[in-house]
């Protein structure tokens, strides 16, 4: 089954960080703190498969989000992705409709990131790949999926705007920002005037025409990162988001961009993480605003044991932004590894987030972790890899009104083999 480059590129960094786990890991039964529900498995060649993005709620619980191959365009591979739709029902359980089949013509191909509903309930994403551009299988899109007009209707797809020329912009990466206005604020890896990404406006005009604004195009040196992953916004408008590179120790950033008045935009650099004092490297996500404007995220490397770190940022009283990592992973045989994706916290602060890799059965967990005093103890949630269970997790988790949580994983499930990635759709019951 033919894959593209991005999911490949993935395969081999996790074969690689297996290979490390395996040499240092002693397995054994961990105790099991909350009840994982596996709610859809992926892999029916029509229905999604491989889910990045993780997902997002409606007002009644049911779950939108993205996968990156399947569907059924174009005929006979491996598939361009859909947008789905998970119902819950009144006796509990789950079904799946597929809202939208990308890859047709100059449609957009391969989205990696979730989803955003604006206040009338469209969704809005982006697509790492296609649009019919002139580069080498398309420089991705932005689209709008509109409700329909009567339960049962089918979801119409609008494309927002082809990127096609490589200052403006290529690959969009991680879900948008929708404002109160209606415009549409996310950056891409690549393009831009040194091709290490941009962060990027789309504003509505009359007669449905998009246009869109380049806020800042990241450039190399220690005053700026490159290849941004998605953005967090304030209250106030403030952007805030991370770096995979660049930064004083070309370990990655974590950014924050103002509007100002009359225009423009104001960049500061947050934070440069820096390998040679314990800290992470290389944040594969954006991070997390919490209730105090503090910002938290995750790093996929680094830390005590080079594994990956909880970090949060904390604005003092004078205005300067100062780091502080919560937890190192790696120190435990059966700890999470290589964490990805957004964390999310609860009502009473404790951070939740899955790791890509480790766990008993080294193939990823959900943990918690909870504030101590002057320290952060790690509970593992779940450990993936049981029979049908996923592989993998990545993407953002969210809770519902109960306190269960719900994600993604890329790989696993029923109809996971040699020839199938699969993945899943999971419930985290903490109740």
Known sequence: MPEDKYLSCLKISRLKTLLTIFAILVAYDAPVTAQERLIHSFGNRADGNTAFGGVISDSVGNLYGTTHGGGTFPAGAYGAGVVFELLRQADG???????????????GRGPTAGLAFDGAGNLYGATYYGGGTPCQGGCGIVYELQPPAAQGGTWTESVLYRFSTAI??????????????????????FGGTAN???????VPQDGGVWIEKV??????????GNYPNGLTRDPAGNLYGTTSGGGAHNSGTVFEFS????GGWSEKLLHSFNPNNGDGTLPADTVTLGPDGSLYGMTGLGGLYNSGTVFEVIRGADGVWSESVLYSFGGDSADGVDPWGTVVLDSTGNVYGETNLGGSLAEGTVFELTRGTGSWSETVLHNFGNGDDGLFPQGSLIFDHRGNIYGTSVMGGAFFSLTDNGGTVFQIRTQ
């Not at 359980?93 to 449609?107: A, I, K, N, R």
């Not at 403006?168 to 890896?189: K, S």
């Not at 806020?215 to 700026?224: E, K, M, V």
Request: proline share 5%; glycine share 16%.
């Open 93 to 107: 359980s789950w079904t799946e409709q597929v809202l939208h089949d990308f890859g047709q013509g100059t449609d």
């Open 196 to 202: 290490l990404g941009v962060l990027f406006e789309l």
């Open 168 to 189: 403006n912009g290529l690959n969009p990466h991680g879900p948008l920002i929708v404002d109160a206005e209606g415009n549409l604020f996310g950056v891409t890896q």
């Open 215 to 224: 806020i800042h195009s990241f450039t190399l040196g220690a005053r700026d």
């Open 259 to 262: 509007p100002q008045v009359g």
